[in-house]
Each structure stands twice: as structure tokens, then as C-alpha cells.
Nanobody, 129 residues
Framework: EVQLVESGGGLVQAGGSLNLSCAVS????????IGWFRQAPGKEREVVAC????????YYSDSVKGRFTISSDNAKNTVYLQMYSLKPDDTAVYYC??????????????????????WGQGTLVTVSS
């Protein structure tokens, strides 16, 4: 069973940047669809960014496109989320989620549309105005 551990959250002023990491263990890294999600107070969890393990193709939600970058280091079994030009609306608990895509489905499809089965504990990002 895969385990996910997020790190890198904190308090930052608007316009600042943060880098989040998701360390993946317990299974073959490339077998899983992995993405970053966030949940703001009083709101549902939403997808932020997803990445294809095979070729690095990425997906971003409209709210973060152009400001966030998702990447992976297969040798380190780690997925990163670089966040720039942060806004107070980015304040949330950020989660790393993963699951094995069923045959024929892409990692990004699973990340965007399926309920993933494995989650980290989350890391809090607070952006002050």
C-alpha cells in the first residue's frame, strides 16, 4: 500500500512563494496517478494539479494555472508543487493524493475525475494579505 507524506507548508505573504513536497513510499512510484489537492476552510477539496508518471504531462486548475508548477522526481519518489505569486485565496490545507489507474485510463483522468484511495496528512499553507 502506498504512503504519502507532504511537507513544505507555512505562512507566506501575498505575492510570495512556497515549495511543497510529497514523498511516496510503499509501492512502485510510476504505477500511481498522483496529484495535488487543497481544501480551504468551509469548502470542498479541489484538484490543483496532476502529472502523468509516464511522460510528465501536467494539468492545472484554472485558479492556479500560470502560478503553480507540478513536477516529479522518479529517482526520489517525490512529487513537488512549486507555488508562485500566492494569493490569500490559496490559503488551504494541501494534500497529495494517489491511486492506481484502471487499465486504459490516464493518470490525469484519474487525478481529475476519480476519488483517489490514498492521501497524505496534508500541509497547511496560509497566505496573508
Amino acid at each position: 500500500e502506498v504512503q504519502l507524506v507532504e511537507s513544505g507548508g507555512g505562512l507566506v505573504q501575498a505575492g510570495g512563494s512556497l515549495n511543497l513536497s510529497c514523498a511516496v513510499s510503499g509501492s512502485t512510484f510510476g504505477d500511481y496517478a498522483i496529484g495535488w489537492f487543497r481544501q480551504a476552510p468551509g469548502k470542498e477539496r479541489e484538484v490543483v494539479a496532476c502529472i502523468e508518471s509516464s511522460d510528465g504531462v501536467t494539468y492545472y486548475s484554472d485558479s492556479v494555472k500560470g502560478r503553480f508548477t507540478i513536477s516529479s522526481d522518479n529517482a526520489k519518489n517525490t512529487v513537488y508543487l512549486q507555488m508562485y505569486s500566492l494569493k490569500p485565496d490559496d490559503t488551504a490545507v494541501y494534500y497529495c493524493g494517489a491511486d492506481r489507474p484502471a487499465f486504459g485510463y490516464s493518470d490525469i483522468y484519474y487525478c481529475r475525475y476519480r476519488h483517489l484511495g490514498f492521501w497524505g496528512q496534508g500541509t497547511l499553507v496560509t497566505v496573508s494579505s
